[in-house]
């Protein structure tokens, strides 16, 4: 299976480090603006093919599927361009600038008979992954109430300056991970209530978030985030979880500690590897980035739809809207009106 990607930026770099670590599949063409990182990257990872415009790469074609790597105002254009193409499509998160972007998206794919998913890793690291199924085995009964949170002081803007310049921040990038781990445990949710802040005078978005949300089955989860959280031991990248069931609780706690509480208590060290080529402590995201590329190549192998897919997702990104758009007008919003 052959493969483009568009984008060799900051975090792209470990993508292109997971699409070498999968058997079956080669990266055949890159494709950036920025001619020094298309460069860069061509040569630490072996490309012959290098574009700075992504409708030449699609009309030379040679390859199965393309990985977007690019910023959210691009994906509309390159989504669409590439369903023309005829390639199936995995697409960075956040997936659309709106919703009206994200159905015309999915809508592109469905109508060339291509698979669309979305690089949302999060819920593909391997400690959420043991987490999710713990509560799907029903060894905690049915969950009733979730808290999903992420709080750091960690310098994300280092890597990724253009963070500090949008006018959306926390939700849209990080908010937007951790509402589809409330999605995973929970389901789709109905209501949302919103609250955020800037803490750092240096950024132009929202630093801080706290959402409310009820779901479909009754339950209610509080998903939280910060990037203005002073804390040490620095738990970056961890997402921490409380979960209560009807037979019991279950806690990811800092340090990839995984506590099961019921009859009989069991507490777990779920600590991701360090694959050869990750770091710490990114080595969390990188490994789920990895995981998430596997099965992406997997579904498109069977003819199933991704976990993941551009359908689903929507509904991660009417979280977001949601989210926005509560905290803006102080009220509750219904996700049926988004």
């Not at 990607?5 to 997971?18: S, W």
């Not at 989504?79 to 999915?106: L, S």
């Amino acid at each position: 299976m052959k493969g483009a990607v568009i984008g060799c930026g900051f975090f792209a770099q470990n993508q292109l480090q997971a699409w070498r670590d999968i058997t079956g599949v080669e990266i055949v063409a890159l494709c950036d603006r920025d001619e020094d990182r298309l460069n860069a990257s061509a040569a630490t990872f072996d490309v012959a093919r290098c574009y700075s415009d992504a409708a030449e790469m699609f009309a030379a074609g040679g390859f199965d599927f393309v990985d977007i790597a690019t910023t959210v105002e691009s994906h509309r254009a390159l989504v669409e361009m590439a369903a023309q193409a005829g390639v199936h499509i995995i697409c960075q998160k956040p997936f659309a600038e709106n919703m009206i972007d994200a159905r015309a998206m999915v809508d592109a794919a469905d109508a060339a008979g291509k698979t669309l998913m979305v690089h949302e890793n999060f819920r593909w690291q391997s400690a959420i992954q043991t987490a999710l199924n713990v509560v799907k085995s029903g060894t905690i009964g049915e969950p009733f109430f979730g808290r999903v949170s992420f709080r750091s002081g960690y310098d994300v803007f280092s890597g990724q300056p253009y963070l500090a310049e949008g006018e959306r921040f926390i939700i849209e990038d990080l908010g937007i991970h951790i509402l589809d781990i409330a999605r995973a445990f929970f389901g789709d949710a109905t209501h949302v209530a919103a609250t955020t802040r800037r803490i750092n005078p240096d950024i132009k978005g929202e630093d801080v978030a706290t959402m409310l949300l009820t779901h479909e089955g009754g339950a209610t989860t509080v998903v939280d985030c910060s990037y203005a959280t002073r804390r040490m031991p620095e738990t970056f990248p961890q997402s921490l979880l409380e979960i209560d069931g009807t037979l019991g609780t279950l806690r990811l706690e800092a340090g990839y500690r995984l506590t099961v509480q019921t009859d009989e208590d069991t507490e777990r060290d779920v600590s991701p590897p360090l694959l050869p080529w990750a770091e710490k402590p990114w080595h969390n995201i990188q490994e789920s980035v990895r995981t998430i590329q596997q099965h992406f190549v997997d579904c498109i192998r069977a003819g199933r739809q991704p976990e993941t897919s551009g359908a689903d997702n929507i509904r991660t990104l009417a979280l977001v809207e949601a989210a926005y758009l509560s905290a803006a007008q102080k009220r509750t919003v219904a996700l049926a009106d988004i």
